[in-house]
């Protein structure tokens, strides 16, 4: 019923930027909240950025003043611009919405995750 679908992964050098993008599709009512996680090998998932359909941003400390979230609420999309990119923020990234949907019952309210887009930075 809904998918979520991340690019814009990649392997870039210390210093450099990405841009990463997700798209949220299917029966989508509204979306009250998309945002990025991140997990690095033998490390738990974190949560990096947030952003809620009225544009109130959340971020992880480390990423503050490199990171920055945004959205496109009409076309359910959510960005993810990093730069001054350092080899600890190498992970696999994740797009996350909190977010109503409908299907045969009615609507429902559920969290969705993407498969997840893999960001190298060498030193």
């Known amino acids: 019923q809904v998918q979520l679908v991340e690019s814009g992964g990649g392997l870039v050098q210390a210093g450099g930027s990405l841009r990463l993008s997700c798209v949220a599709s299917?029966?989508?009512?509204?979306?009250?909240?998309m945002g990025w996680y991140r997990q690095a090998p033998g490390k738990q998932r974190e949560l990096v950025a947030t952003?809620?359909?009225?544009?109130?941003?959340n971020y992880l400390d480390p990423v503050k003043g490199r990171f920055t979230i945004s959205s496109d609420n009409a076309k359910n999309t959510v960005h993810l611009q990093m730069n001054s990119l350092k080899p600890e923020d190498t992970a696999v990234y994740y797009c996350?919405?909190?977010?109503?949907?409908?299907?045969?019952?009615?609507?429902?309210?559920?969290?969705?995750w993407g498969q997840g887009t893999q960001v190298t930075v060498s030193s």
């Open positions: 996350n919405a909190d977010l109503v949907y409908r299907n045969t019952y009615g609507y429902r309210r559920r969290d969705y």
């Open positions: 952003i809620t359909s009225g544009g109130s941003t």
């Open positions: 299917g029966t989508i009512s509204s979306i009250n909240i």
